[in-house]
């Protein structure tokens, strides 16, 4: 029997969006290599390009949009156009999560796998109300009560976990070593230390205690990318401090050998990040040699441990800015193989088989 996988709920491949679009982007080609067919499900509105194959993959367009209040109906449409042609689904994120109760029934009735990986604690991210907080959380938890196994990127977020699959969830966090290696002085911008921060402009990522705190150092050159038009916030932001000398806020970039270069270039990176599990940007520059600043979380602790620095406040960030050059360099060899892709590809080939060979052998 053929062992054909999907992976629906992200935009889709390649990343032209964040976190799932990485690890599908970098560990999609893996996964063909290994399984008979894997379909990867995509937004149909961010792509001009809609290539049927991609890297071995089979893309499938949906015409909602991945994110947002389509997001809901995105992944209904997106499980029903895949169904049929796999033994297994990894549905990323928890949007759909008031259809698993149906998604699980009709799979109990083929013999095919539900996984769900949760991505991070989405009910507590600031930039929802009240009422989608509420709405996301009973999604998240129909969607762990349903799903044949729950996938965590994060030791940390299993606390927060239903009781029901707390033991029998399973830790994947996301590759970081497919980055590219860039030019060092490619992207030299402004006498001192050069800082950067790539993230999406939400409150919960800190976005206003970075600015806050480089204003007020008072020098070297900060480069932040994040989509900034997006929102009231990052509007908003953008305006206070558009005049900051030796600020830089671009909108995204997402050009490997461009990032490559920036990350490359820059002495220390800055990541703000509160809410969540692993966030793949953190992974990424676990693979550069330069300094990191993050904010001091639990699930910031349990990727990087003591190979980066941490800071709780504006001052405490301040105080790293202004003391930065006389920093200790920290070697990260250590940590960097729980990040690999051949590690995160195998993850998930030896759940899905797992799954799908108990059913074979019943």
Known sequence: MKTNI????AVGVPNVYGGFEMFLEACGPGFAEHFDEVFITCDKNRYADRAPIWMGVHRVFIPLRANGAQSIIHDLLAFFAVFW????????GVSGGMFFPIFRMLCAFTGKKLIVNVDGIESRRQKFSAAKQRFLYWSDRLAQRFAHRVVIDNEALRPHLDPFVQASAVLIAYPGDHVLRGNRNQYALRPGRQYLTICRIEPENQCHL???????????AYVFL???NSSDYGRQLRSRYRDVHGLEMRDPVYDKIILANLRESCDCYLHGHSVGGTNPSLVEMLFYECKILAFDCTFNRNTAGETIDYFKSTDELVAHLTNAENSQQINRSSIRHRYTRD?????YIDLIEELTE???KS
């Open 226 to 228: 994040g989509n900034w």
């Open 343 to 347: 590690r995160i590809c195998n993850d």
């Open 85 to 92: 042609r796999v033994r297994a689904i990894v549905v990323l």
């Open 6 to 9: 999907a992976f629906i709920g």
């Open 210 to 220: 970075l600015l806050e705190s480089f204003s007020r150092a008072g020098s070297g």
């Open 358 to 360: 108990a059913v074979v």
